[in-house]
């Protein structure tokens, strides 16, 4: 079973638009992750939050996470073409699982 | 710099052979995934290893076998098993400690096709 949801499955926006997209998560985490792929590459790391955390930044991104709800929100400012990518999540767990991912497609 | 290398990146093979996909990273990392990608779904997990000459099934474990001899290398092979082999494999690995806690670094990929 999937430790982590993505939503919505497919998000197309202009360039200097925000990007938001979803996880929820089915068990307790310690810590949740976001990863990005790029068409045909491996899944890049981008933020960890952990599960004492509401929010964190870095660059253009903003994450939070509601552990009452189970679920995160990835933020994405200003958003560049360079961003087209898919997007997952992942809920730290000892046998890592992923959803199907967000993927974002940022028009020039 | 540390990482993890797939190779190759693109594999055609006939049906009824089979095939190996390697994977070595030299991030003294302790558990080794691989994973599976088809079009427009998620990554659903094959094998994994946690420790040295130990490997355990993942949710699509049939028609693929593992090794794991060494620490930095976790080679999948594709047998002639498998149904429908044609995909993306990716291969991941991660701190032992880190498990929980860390991130996962991937290898690039390797695209296998059945001719």
């Known amino acids: 079973s999937q430790q982590g949801e993505e939503d919505p499955q497919a998000l197309s926006i202009q360039e200097g638009e925000n990007a938001t997209m979803n996880c929820s998560y089915k068990?307790?985490?310690?810590?949740l992750q976001w990863y990005r792929q790029n068409s045909g590459r491996g899944l890049v790391h981008l933020i960890l939050?952990?599960?004492?955390?509401r929010e964190k930044h870095s660059g253009r991104l903003r994450v939070t996470l509601d552990t009452s709800k189970k679920s995160s929100s990835l933020l994405i400012t200003a958003s560049r073409a360079a961003d087209t990518a898919s997007y997952f999540c992942?809920?730290?767990?000892?046998?890592?699982?992923f959803g199907r991912g967000t993927s974002l497609i940022v028009h020039p | 710099d540390g990482g993890i290398t797939q190779s190759p990146k693109y594999l055609f093979r006939k049906e009824g052979q089979n095939v190996t996909l390697s994977c070595e990273q030299n991030?003294?990392?302790?558990?080794m995934y691989w994973y599976r990608q088809d079009p427009g779904q998620g990554l659903r997990l094959i094998y994994y290893?946690?420790?040295?000459?130990?490997?355990q099934k993942g949710d699509i474990a049939e028609g693929y076998s593992v090794s794991r001899e060494k620490k930095e290398s976790f080679p999948l092979t594709v047998t002639s098993a498998q149904k429908n082999p044609t995909a993306f494999y990716l291969c991941?690995?991660?701190?032992?400690?880190?498990?929980?806690?860390?991130?996962?670094?991937f290898g690039e990929g390797s695209r296998l096709t059945v001719l």
């Open positions: 991941a690995s991660i701190r032992t400690s880190g498990i929980g806690t860390g991130e996962l670094f």
């Open positions: 290893s946690q420790i040295v000459n130990d490997f």
């Open positions: 992942e809920g730290g767990s000892y046998i890592p699982t």
């Open positions: 939050i952990r599960s004492n955390e």
């Open positions: 991030l003294n990392h302790d558990a």
């Open positions: 068990t307790s985490i310690n810590n």
